[in-house]
C-alpha cells in the first residue's frame, strides 16, 4: 500500500501536495478561527503540513492519515521539528474508509477527493467523523476558463469536461448536499507555479543522479513536454480551491 514511486519523485521537496504555498495555507488557517485544542482529521494528509503548521500556531491537535510510506515520514518528521509531535499523530494507511474514534471539530481532505469518488462521497465519509457544529474542509479543482476542447481537457488531467466544474458550480454544489460555504481559499497563478515548478526540478536532480533506473526514460520524456504543456494549458485553464463548509 503506497503512492507511485513517480509521484513521490515529482514532489520530493514539497511540503505541501497541492497548489498553495505556505503563506496560503497558513491565511486559511487563521481563517478558520480554530479554537486552541479542536480536534482534526485530515484525510490524504500528505506530508503533514496543515496539522504539523496549525498544531504550532493554533494549537490543534489531530490525526493525518495518508497511503504514502514516505510523505507519513516526512510528516512526523515535521511534527518532530515543529515539537508538535505530542498533538499529531501520522498514520500510513488507507484513509478512504478511516473514521476517528471521536468526533472532531474540523474533517479535512485537501485534494484527494478520489479516496472516496468524488466529493459527495468524501463528505459523507468526512461527515462520519465530524462533531455537531463542526467544519469539513474540502480542496477540489474548478475550471477557471470554460476548456475548448477534449485536448485541453486531458491536458489538464481530466477526462472529460464534465468531470470538473466551473466555481459557482462547485460552491453551488455543496449547497445541494446541504452545507454551506462559509470560507474559502483559492489558488491562484502563482502558488500553481510553486506547486508545478518545483517538480521538474525534483525530476532533473533524480534523473542526474539515477539514468539508469527504470523510470529514466519516462520521467525524462515528461520534463522535455511538461513544462510548456503546463504553462499552455493548465496554468490558464485550471484552478483549485479548499472549501471550508457547515452542515445545514
Not at 75 to 87: I, N, P, Q, T, Y
Not at 178 to 190: I, K, N, R, T, W
Amino acid at each position: 500500500m503506497d503512492l507511485p514511486r513517480s509521484f513521490t519523485i515529482r514532489e520530493s521537496s514539497h511540503r505541501i501536495h497541492n497548489p498553495f504555498t505556505s503563506e496560503k495555507l497558513a491565511a486559511l488557517g487563521r481563517a478558520l478561527h480554530l479554537a486552541p485544542g479542536t480536534r482534526a482529521l485530515d484525510l490524504a494528509s500528505g506530508s503533514g503540513e496543515m496539522l504539523c503548521t496549525w498544531a504550532h500556531t493554533h494549537g490543534i491537535v489531530g490525526t493525518g492519515v495518508d497511503i504514502s510510506s514516505e510523505f507519513t515520514a516526512r510528516a512526523r518528521a515535521r511534527a518532530s521539528e515543529l515539537d508538535v509531535a505530542d498533538r499529531v499523530v501520522f498514520v500510513h494507511g488507507d484513509a478512504s474508509g478511516y473514521v476517528a474514534d471521536e468526533p472532531v471539530g474540523l474533517a479535512a481532505c485537501v485534494g484527494a477527493t478520489w479516496i472516496a469518488g468524488g466529493v459527495a462521497g468524501t463528505i459523507d465519509l468526512l461527515r462520519r467523523s465530524l462533531r455537531p457544529g463542526g467544519i469539513l474542509l474540502i480542496g477540489e479543482p474548478y475550471w477557471r476558463q470554460d476548456p475548448p476542447d477534449q485536448h485541453t481537457v486531458e491536458a489538464c488531467h481530466a477526462g472529460g469536461k464534465d468531470d470538473l466544474r466551473a466555481l459557482p458550480e462547485v460552491i453551488g454544489r455543496f449547497g445541494e448536499l446541504g452545507y454551506d460555504v462559509v470560507e474559502m481559499m483559492l489558488a491562484d497563478q502563482d502558488s500553481w507555479d510553486r506547486y508545478q515548478a518545483a517538480q521538474w526540478l525534483n525530476i532533473r536532480r533524480w534523473l542526474d543522479l539515477n539514468p539508469e533506473d527504470e523510470l529514466a526514460a519516462r520521467l525524462r520524456a515528461e520534463l522535455a513536454e511538461e513544462p510548456a504543456r503546463y504553462a499552455r494549458y493548465r496554468r490558464e485553464y485550471l484552478g483549485w480551491g479548499a472549501f471550508a463548509l457547515m452542515g445545514r
